[in-house]
């Protein structure tokens, strides 16, 4: 039996949980995929935003604000790359500029530090790729990039190795009420829980209609992304937004913490909460758009396009509420749902306790992950690695230089991955230009290995992802 059971191992499941382990608490964090942050939290922009979009006093404006000072707090404290870029959002007319001085004037409200609109000439200094006919922008220096589910597992390690369980490969189809217990249901097995919280994405409806009549519907809306080769990273230095319409934030392009460079998202309603594929009309929509705000974005340099669903819904805020007694949803968690997530989890740890949720600080609380990353570490400090053990001598992945050691470090993590992109998501293995055309092989056989399982088992990413299909040669 636990105290709290998490339904969801997204950035918000991730971030409850790393909070929460930082009491006396039991806890569960429960996903029915075999793995941390399968769902929007590994497709996304990965921008820390500075705050300045929601509309004033809704959940997102006082939520996004202290989410971006925490998120940047935390990627510090966890070894989780977080770069603060700034961010412009470029105006071409009039209405235009009306509307960036709205978004000054919500970011002032909401607290967001250092905004400010910038004449022509000022932006192009900075980013002299955006095109000559914008007349300004609004800058917000607090804006960041990040690697969203590096800080989603970073804090799920943290929350595992002070106690909190990880329960994957658990789809919760039914729940129950039981003598004040919530008994989760996968089918098979139970999950018992004083409170619940459901952060279950873009299912937070479908899971929050098994203990209550729905009050929200979640609207999925997919984005596509062109991810473009290292070599165009340089294109712009900052974050660039078109400004924002009814739809949503529009195509931004902007580098990536590992120095690519990102296009997208357009929004399309989807009828599938989980198609991810990518459309050619999706895709030429996103080239047209960014194409507006830098002509020169080089989209031949693509490496990969990818798919994210958004969990929009009827509702135009967070929704942040008890469904029932004892059980929280956190839904209809869009963009900035990222920026804010410690903060979403704070506030849900607060509102749990204020229902009887005993929170008392664990006094050896371990607030820090262990990480090597042998590509930043000196000429000596790798000496000195591969001496003690030499597995960190021999590089896998060529194109980010990801070793041995590190794919069997991820291997033995506090949630060990058992996928190729499981490695990929903890060690960077496959992360360069050729997406792990060279190194996935290997992968295969050392994740075969250290497992004691057959290659043919070695899955690439969600259950039923097998690589390989059968031996073409026996031995013998
Ligand atoms: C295209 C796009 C761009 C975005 N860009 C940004 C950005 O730049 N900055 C920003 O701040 N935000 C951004 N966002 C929003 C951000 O990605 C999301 O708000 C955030 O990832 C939501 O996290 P989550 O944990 O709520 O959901 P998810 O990451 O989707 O996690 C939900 C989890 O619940 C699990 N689950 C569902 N149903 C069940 C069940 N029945 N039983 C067990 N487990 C279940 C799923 O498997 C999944 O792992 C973007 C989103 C998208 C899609």
Redesign the pocket.
Known sequence: MFDVAI????????ACAYKLSQYNLSVAL????NDI?????????????AGFDPEPNTLMAKLNVDGNAQCKEICKKLGVECKEIGSLVTAFDEDDMKTLQKLLENGRKNGVPGIEIWTKEQVLEREPNLSKDIIGALWAPSAAITN?WQL?LAMAEVAVVNGCKPILN????SIKRENSLYILSNGKENVRAKFVIN??????D??SALVSSPTYKIIPT??E?YLLDKSEGNTVSSVIFPCPSKKGKGVLISPTVHGNLIV??NAQIVSDAEDTKSTASGLAEVREKASKNVPCVNLRQNIRNFT????NSSVDDFIIEFRCENFLD?AG?????????PAIADMAVSMLSEKGLCLEKKENFIDKRKKISFKHLSESEKKALIEKNPKYGRVICRCETITEGEIIDAINSPIPPCSVDGIKRRAGSGMGRCQGGFCAPKVVEILAREKKISPLDVLQDKNGSYILINETKQEG
């Open positions: 339904i969801g191992a997204g950035i918000i499941g991730c429960i996903d029915r995929e942050s399968l769902g929007a939290t590994r497709a996304n922009s990965a921008i820390i935003h969203p989603a658990f789809d919760v189809s952060a279950a994405g873009v299912f937070a479908k899971v997919a984005g992304y997208g998202p994210g669903i958004r969990a956190l968690i869009r963009s900035p749902g990222l920026s804010s997530a």
